[in-house]
C-alpha cells in the first residue's frame, strides 16, 4: 500500500506596479554599433546629458530635451563590449578593457559642450585596460586592470593629469567598488570586502562578507543612510542580497535573495532616496522600493529589450542623478533610452509560503500569507467558496482572529467534505486605499477585494480509500508453464470513495500496459526462469497490488521409457532475488527430501518431503523472508544425496 498525499510548496508572489515609468525619448547613434554603460553630466547652464560607451568609444548625447535628444560628439577608443564612464568636475573619466589605439584611462573634456567635446589626454602610467571606475571626493578608484588588477586610488587635484597614491591588492581580483568618505565596499568576485582608505596611500581591508555558493560579487551601492549595501550578482543564483553593515567588521545578510521571475539575469544598482534603480538586462529598467531595505518591494520596470532576448542582452546601465529627475538608461542593443520615474503609493504585496494541493480530512486548513507595503496594512481577508460536483457557493470571507504576527497573517478555511473543490484568493489594503489581490486582478474597497480576481487558488478535499480487489485470475499465484505458452491475467477492483481507478502491469518491475486485463507470453522468455507479473490498482492516493509468480521450465512432463540417472542440477537463476529453480531426476521412483540449509547449517526450508516418480523434477524456492547470502540445498533419495551452493543477492 502507498499513500500518495502530496503537498506543493509555492512562492506565490502579487504586485501592483504603482509607480509611473514612461518613454520620454530615445536615439541610437550607431545602429551597427553595441552599448556599455552610461553616466550623466550637468553643464553650467543646467543643460543635461547622457555619456554612453559605445563598442568602438564613448558617444556624449544632450538629452535635456528628452522628446529630440541630439549627438554632442563621439570620443574614439579601442574597440570593447565593455565600457565604464564616470564623471569628475568638468571632465569624463572612460576605462575599457580593449586595447589598442587610445588604450589606458581617457579624459574628455567637457567645457564646451554643447558645441563640442575633444579628448583631454589618455593615461596609461598605471595600467592599460580597465573594468570598472568609481569617482568619490576629488579621487578616482580604478578596477579589474590589465585583467588581474586590485585597486588604483588616483588623486584628480589636477583633473587631466591624475597621479597614483595607491595600489591595493589585498581583495585580489576587484570587479567594481562604491566609496564614501573613507571607505570602499570592494566588489572582489567571491567576497564583498570593506576597504578602509582613510590614508589615501595605505589602505587596508576591513572586513569581507561570507562568500555565497554559486554568486558573483558584482555590484552594488550603499543606501543613503550608509548603513545597508545593496548588492548585485552576475550569475543568476541570487540576483540581489542587502547586507548590515551597522557595525563594519560584520556583514550581516538581511535579505538572502530578491529575484524577477522572468529568470532574468541583474546587472548594476543605484539607489536615489528610497528607491534602488536597476539595469535588469532582458527586464530593462527595474525599481524597487527600499524604503525599508530588509523588505525590497518592486515599484516598477519598464523593458527596453525589444527583441526578446535572454542572457546578457537588453539595458546594461542606467542613470537615475539628473536634476530633471529623468532616467537615461543604456540598452546594449538599442542605444540610449530616455525615462520619467514618478514614484506613488506601493499597493501590499501579498506571498504565501506554502499552498495545499489536496487535504485529505475534514479539518479547518490554514492558509499563511505575508503581507508587505511601504505603508501600513489596515486590513486583509481570504475569500473562499466551494465546488461539491456542479454546485458552487457564493464566496466567504475569512479574516486573521487574532490579527498579524509582524505581518504574517493566519486564514482558516472550515473543514470541506470528501470531493470538495476549494477555490480562494487574499486581498490586502494599505493606509492608502490601495488593494492587492493574489492572485492579481480582484478590487473593491469597501469591503476590501470584493470583486474577484479572473483565476483563483485552489485545493481538493480527498478523503482517499483503499482500493478493494474485487477478483483476479488465474487464481493460482504460482505456476510453471513450458515455453510458448500464454496467460491471460486479468484484474477487477473497485474503489469505496468514488474514486477512478487505474491498473498498471508490470513485467520483472518493468511497467508495460494500463487495463484491467494483460497477456502474458513466454515465446520470448529463456528456458528455465522465474517471472514476476504484478498487477498494481491505484485511486490516485492509496494503491494495492497483487503479484504472479510464473516459472518456465524446458519440459514439465517425461515420456515413459526414458533412461534417467539420479542428479541434482545447479538452481536457475543463480543468484537469484527473491526465488529460484531447483531442478532434479531420480533413476527410480522412492522418498525424496529436499532441504534447504543456511551456510552455518541450520535448516531454511524443507521444499519436498514424500514418494516421487522417476524422472525430472522442478521446484520453486522463494526466499523472500530470508537475507543475502550463501544457502545450501541438499536431496535425499535412497542411497543418493547431493547438494547445491545457491547465493541469494538482494
Not at 47 to 69: F, N
Not at 251 to 263: A, K, S
Request: aromatic share 12%.
Amino acid at each position: 500500500m502507498k499513500f500518495n498525499y502530496l503537498l506543493s510548496f509555492l512562492l506565490l508572489v502579487a504586485v501592483s506596479l504603482q509607480a509611473q515609468i514612461d518613454l520620454l525619448g530615445s536615439i541610437n547613434p550607431n545602429q551597427f554599433s553595441s552599448y556599455s554603460d552610461i553616466w550623466g553630466y550637468v553643464d553650467e547652464n543646467n543643460r543635461e546629458y547622457a555619456i554612453m560607451g559605445g563598442y568602438s568609444g564613448t558617444h556624449v548625447i544632450d538629452v535635456t530635451d528628452p522628446s529630440a535628444p541630439s549627438i554632442v560628439g563621439f570620443i574614439p577608443g579601442p574597440e570593447s563590449i565593455w565600457r565604464d564612464i564616470k564623471v569628475h568636475d568638468q571632465y569624463a573619466y572612460v576605462t575599457t578593457e580593449g586595447s589598442g589605439f587610445g588604450e589606458g584611462l581617457q579624459i574628455i573634456d567637457l567645457t564646451n559642450v554643447p558645441n563640442s567635446i575633444s579628448l583631454a589626454n589618455t593615461v596609461d602610467q598605471y595600467f592599460t585596460s580597465a573594468h570598472n571606475i568609481f569617482i568619490d571626493d576629488g579621487y578616482a578608484f580604478v578596477v579589474g586592470t590589465d585583467g588581474i588588477g586590485g585597486i588604483h586610488i588616483l588623486d584628480l587635484a589636477d583633473p587631466v593629469n591624475p597621479v597614483q597614491t595607491a595600489y591595493y591588492t589585498q581583495s585580489g581580483y576587484v570587479h567594481d567598488v562604491y566609496v564614501w568618505s573613507d571607505t570602499i565596499v570592494a566588489c572582489a568576485a567571491s567576497t564583498y570586502d570593506l576597504v578602509d582608505i582613510t590614508d589615501k596611500a595605505n589602505p587596508f581591508k576591513i572586513s569581507e562578507s561570507a562568500a555565497l555558493p554559486g554568486i558573483y560579487a558584482h555590484s552594488g551601492w550603499m543606501t543613503e543612510d550608509k548603513r545597508y549595501f545593496v548588492a548585485c550578482e552576475e550569475f543568476n543564483q541570487r540576483d540581489i542580497t542587502v547586507w548590515d553593515l551597522e557595525d563594519r567588521s560584520t556583514w550581516e545578510l538581511v535579505v538572502p535573495e530578491w529575484q524577477m521571475d522572468t529568470g532574468s539575469i541583474v546587472h548594476n544598482l543605484f539607489i536615489k532616496g528610497n528607491y534602488a534603480h536597476i539595469s535588469y538586462y532582458t527586464d530593462g529598467y527595474v525599481v524597487l522600493d527600499i524604503t525599508d531595505p530588509t523588505q525590497p518591494l518592486l515599484a516598477g520596470s519598464y523593458d527596453t529589450d525589444t527583441q526578446t532576448n535572454s542572457g546578457f542582452n537588453g539595458a546594461w546601465g542606467c542613470y537615475p542623478y539628473l536634476p530633471s529627475g529623468n532616467v537615461i538608461i543604456s540598452d546594449i542593443n538599442e542605444g540610449l533610452f530616455i525615462l520619467s520615474f514618478n514614484p506613488t503609493n506601493i499597493a501590499p504585496v501579498i506571498s504565501l509560503s506554502s499552498s495545499p494541493e489536496f487535504v485529505n480530512n475534514t479539518d479547518d486548513v490554514l492558509i499563511s500569507a505575508q503581507v508587505d507595503d511601504d505603508k501600513a496594512i489596515d486590513d486583509a481577508k481570504l475569500y473562499y467558496r466551494t465546488i461539491i460536483s456542479d454546485d458552487t457557493s457564493s464566496w466567504n470571507s475569512v479574516s486573521d482572529l487574532n490579527g498579524p504576527t509582524e505581518n504574517l497573517y493566519g486564514f482558516y478555511i472550515p473543514g470541506q467534505e470528501h470531493l470538495t473543490d476549494v477555490q480562494y484568493y487574499i486581498a490586502a489594503i494599505d493606509s492608502d486605499d490601495e488593494v492587492t489581490t493574489l492572485p492579481a486582478g480582484g478590487s473593491g474597497v469597501d469591503p476590501i477585494g470584493q470583486t474577484p480576481p479572473e483565476t483563483f487558488l485552489h485545493y481538493s478535499v480527498v478523503i482517499a480509500g483503499i482500493p478493494v480487489i474485487e477478483s483476479y485470475a488465474p487464481a493460482v499465484m504460482d505456476t510453471t508453464v513450458s515455453k510458448g505458452d500464454i496467460i491471460n491475467f486479468a484484474v477487477i477492483a473497485s474503489d469505496t470513495t468514488n474514486l477512478g481507478i487505474s491498473v498498471k502491469w508490470y513485467w520483472n518491475g518493468i511497467k508495460l500496459v494500463e487495463g484491467n486485463t494483460y497477456e502474458y507470453s513466454t515465446f520470448f522468455s529463456p528456458a528455465q526462469t522465474i517471472d514476476t507479473v504484478e498487477a498494481v490498482i491505484s485511486n490516485g492516493f492509496n494503491e494495492v497490488s497483487v503479484t504472479w509468480y510464473v516459472t518456465v521450465d524446458i519440459a514439465l512432463s517425461v515420456p515413459d521409457g526414458n533412461v534417467y540417472t539420479y542428479n541434482l542440477e545447479q538452481n536457475y537463476p543463480n543468484p537469484f532475488n527473491p526465488s529460484t529453480n531447483i531442478s532434479f531426476s531420480l533413476e527410480n521412483p522412492g522418498n525424496v527430501e529436499l532441504t534447504v540449509y543456511s551456510i552455518t547449517g541450520e535448516i531454511v526450508a524443507r521444499l519436498l518431503s514424500g514418494h516421487m516418480g522417476k524422472g525430472t523434477h522442478s521446484v520453486r524456492f522463494d526466499a523472500r523472508g530470508y537475507g543475502s547470502g550463501v544457502y545450501i540445498a541438499r536431496i535425499n533419495s535412497g542411497d543418493f544425496s547431493q547438494t547445491i551452493k545457491m547465493i541469494l543477492q538482494k
